[in-house]
């Protein structure tokens, strides 16, 4: 069983910067992918970004990439995305999720945190 909790949201201007985390409990953290996902009312929960177990492999959703960086530390159990040049689109609640195998839909995850507010103004 994994316990997430994500924290690093808040408000933020367009253009700026923040930094996501999301924490996991247990021994087994390394061997689950990771993914950000991010929904607002009303619509879909969207890809955001995802890793592999041991980090080398990184996916972006294309309204991201080049903006949001995903990264992981296994010894801290913590996967982060930082998110720069941030514009108001990006305004969502944010969460981060684990699944056992590598993939950018949210149906296969099957651990979520509780998310984390991200608001940018505009």
């Known amino acids: 069983q994994v316990q997430l909790v994500e924290s690093g949201g808040g408000l933020v201007q367009a253009g700026g910067s923040l930094r996501l985390s999301c924490a996991a409990s247990?021994?087994?953290?390394?061997?689950?992918?990771m993914g950000w996902f991010r929904q607002v009312p009303g619509k879909e929960r969207e890809f955001v970004a995802r890793i592999s177990g041991g980090g080398g492999n990184r996916q972006y959703a294309g309204s991201v990439r080049g903006r949001f960086t995903i990264s992981r530390d296994n010894a801290k159990n913590t996967v982060y995305l930082q998110m720069n040049s941030l514009k108001y689109e990006d305004t969502a609640v944010y969460y981060c999720a684990a699944s056992g195998i590598l993939s950018d839909n949210a149906a296969q995850y099957g651990y979520w945190g509780q998310g984390t507010q991200v608001t940018v103004s505009s």
């Open positions: 247990g021994r087994t953290f390394g061997s689950y992918a």
